[in-house]
């Protein structure tokens, strides 16, 4: 059994800052991807950024260059550091971990979300 819990989401001003954090425990030794999703009403989920071990992050195309995710000391701990926030950030954001081989993800854990509002 894998727990995933978020942190950090809150409100903040257009050009903002905010600081997610994913901590992950219980049966974590065969998890090999972490990442962030964001889902708004009547939308479906949407990769924000992605860490593969060892691999180059993955990020969504209009997160580019504001955001960052980033591995802790922990071994399964993620942080999305999200900066120049904007109002179309405003989401429910998920932390997600994986157990791949190939093409083929044996486990999928989801946390519960936390919320981000951006608005003046």
């Known amino acids: 059994q894998v727990q995933l819990v978020e942190s950090g989401g809150g409100l903040a001003q257009p050009g903002g800052s905010l600081n997610l954090s994913c901590a992950a425990s219980?049966?974590?030794?065969?998890?090999?991807?972490m990442g962030w999703f964001r889902q708004a009403p009547g939308k479906g989920r949407e990769m924000v950024a992605t860490?593969?071990?060892?691999?180059?992050?993955n990020y969504t195309d209009s997160v580019k260059g504001r955001f960052t995710i980033s591995r802790g000391n922990a071994e399964h701990t993620v942080w999305l550091q999200m900066n120049g926030l904007r109002h179309e950030d405003t989401d429910v954001y998920y932390c997600?971990?994986?157990?791949?081989?190939?093409?083929?993800?044996?486990?999928?854990?989801w946390g519960q979300g936390t919320q981000v509002t951006v608005s003046s």
């Open positions: 997600n971990a994986k157990t791949r081989a190939g093409e083929i993800i044996i486990d999928e854990y």
């Open positions: 860490m593969k071990y060892n691999k180059p992050v």
């Open positions: 219980g049966s974590t030794f065969t998890v090999n991807v």
